[in-house]
């Protein structure tokens, strides 16, 4: 009796680790493994020792598992696609900032060509009493100056005649901001036109006139 029993019950174990094993490789093609796995589990109910029948529970617990596994796969589909679709939104969205004018945080100042005029600016930290703008050239050189005198905390412009300005570069600021004897922290904004957009790791990427890109959530205002 031993010798009929052992080699069904062989192949019962065999067509267990079968169905388990389509289960785990649902992930690949779910269609083909779902068709695989109920090829697999009819030919264990067949070939099952009818003295050590399969177990419900292990029958059972094989469905779960190839219905999750499959389930699993069809949701990544689904978030691949929205993914995809969520892409596509955004550049259309991005594309009407194309050719505006953005400030986003650098000391390039922006030179209008037709009336000379540089403009640029920051955000003040705090209050200060005196504020001074020094204009730098390329190298670092002061070439000139603006002050602002008082300021409350917030968000400042400032413009600087550079229709004399002869350098191959945009000039360069940086904020001098203090109370007394304290410094107040500022950070410098620049005006920047936005040439292109795409889209990276899922979020929109502007490139800008100096050649820079930035992402959307950097730029502080659009004009």
Do not use: C
Not at 81 to 99: R, Y
Not at 190 to 197: L, M, N, R
């Amino acid at each position: 009796m031993s010798t009929t029993i052992n080699p069904v019950g062989q192949t019962t174990s065999s067509s267990s680790t079968s169905a388990v094993g389509a289960a785990a490789n649902a992930a690949a093609d779910p269609a083909a493994a779902q068709d695989r796995f109920l090829k697999l589990l009819v030919a264990q109910l067949n070939n099952q020792d009818p003295m050590n029948p399969l177990d419900n529970a292990q029958m059972t617990s094989q469905i779960a598992q190839i219905n999750t596994v499959t389930g699993i796969q069809q949701l990544n589909d689904t978030v691949n696609k929205f993914a995809g679709q969520l892409a596509v939104q955004q550049l259309v969205q991005g594309s009407s900032l194309v050719g505006h004018r953005v400030l986003v945080e650098g000391d390039t100042l922006a030179v209008d060509a037709q009336s000379g005029q540089a403009t640029g600016g920051f955000d003040l930290a705090a209050s200060a009493a005196s504020v001074t703008v020094q204009v730098l050239d390329a190298s670092g050189k002061q070439i000139g100056t603006v002050d602002l005198g008082a300021l409350p905390a917030g968000r400042h412009g400032f413009a600087w005649d550079a229709s004399s300005y002869q350098g191959s570069s945009a000039p360069h600021f940086k904020v001098v901001a203090s109370n007394g004897a304290a410094a107040v922290s500022a950070t410098p904004l620049a005006t920047q036109q936005v040439s292109a957009v795409s889209v990276s790791n899922g979020a929109l990427q502007l490139q800008l006139s100096d050649g820079s890109s930035v992402a959307q959530s950097a730029i502080k205002a659009v004009q």
